[in-house]
């Protein structure tokens, strides 16, 4: 199994409503992990752990390690 068709099946189980859905979050996991190695000066398997845990954590409402979290809206 390919990286792509890896990423499909994870982005499938963590909810996505179908398998075009499922494929299109994997390439743009795909695409923002090349970007964000060169970006930051990052191997690739870093950024797309990086990635992945921010898709993790934001899947189960918290807040990734490292990212502020937001002031509370006053409405």
């Known amino acids: 199994m390919d990286e792509l068709a890896k990423l499909t099946e994870l982005c499938r189980r963590l909810g996505a409503n179908d398998d075009a859905?499922?494929?299109?979050?994997?390439?743009?996991?795909l695409r923002r992990a090349?970007?964000?190695?060169?970006?930051?000066?990052?191997t690739r398997e870093a950024a797309m752990q990086h990635l992945?845990?921010?898709?993790?954590h934001g899947r189960r409402g918290e807040v990734p390690p490292g990212f502020p979290s937001a002031p509370p809206r006053s409405e």
Do not use: I, W
């Open 21 to 29: 859905q499922a494929g299109t979050m994997a390439r743009q996991l």
């Open 34 to 42: 090349d970007q964000l190695a060169l970006e930051r000066g990052l």
């Open 52 to 56: 992945l845990s921010v898709l993790v």
